[in-house]
């Protein structure tokens, strides 16, 4: 009996090392308790639509941010190469900037990430139910629509630890 509960410690042990070590946080991303996403539906400047909803069954990065906010600036274009490396997973980010005008986002999007796409949270209420504590943040919300992961502050999102992150979150 001592033998089978040894084998079964030793196979538990060996199991939750390989899982702990495929899901290494990179520095900044902190797990969350699993609590739904709050519903999110906003436009973008050309009036398209989008709903987290109906993004059930994927992984969603959910990024708010301001033009005013440095480390937002600064991230902005590590966005647009995590995107790319992120394109054929299993994935959808969706950029959300926050309580500024179309001018001022338009100006800032055109000068720094032409490529990208952001929601317009014009009136602010939408980052108002998700309570970011500071700009930018990112939620990662699972396939379920929980909250799984939030990082504070800009990330340099393109490097290969996050990137990696996220594919293997992704699986």
């Not at 899901?23 to 996403?37: F, T």
């Not at 966005?79 to 800032?108: C, W, Y």
Request: proline share 6%; glycine share 8%.
């Amino acid at each position: 009996m001592q033998a089978l509960v040894r084998f079964c410690f030793i196979v538990l042990l060996s199991l939750a090392t390989s899982y702990s070590s495929a899901l290494e946080l990179p520095k900044g991303i902190i797990p969350q308790d699993g609590r739904p996403a709050p519903a999110l539906t906003l436009s973008d400047m050309d009036g398209n639509s989008t709903e987290l909803a109906k993004f059930k069954g994927r992984w969603v990065f959910v990024h708010f941010w301001a033009s005013w906010c440095g480390p937002c600036r600064r991230e902005m274009p590590t966005l647009k190469g995590m995107m790319d490396a992120m394109a054929e997973e299993n994935f959808r980010a969706i950029l959300i900037n926050t309580a500024e005008d179309e001018d001022t986002v338009f100006s800032f999007m055109s000068a720094v990430a032409p490529e990208l796409n952001t929601l317009m949270d014009v009136d602010g209420l939408v980052t108002e139910a998700w309570q970011p504590r500071g700009l930018p943040a990112t939620y990662l919300v699972d396939p379920e629509g929980k909250i799984r992961y939030q990082a504070l502050g800009g990330r340099p999102w393109d490097e290969l630890g996050y990137v990696g992150f996220l594919k293997e979150i992704t699986k």
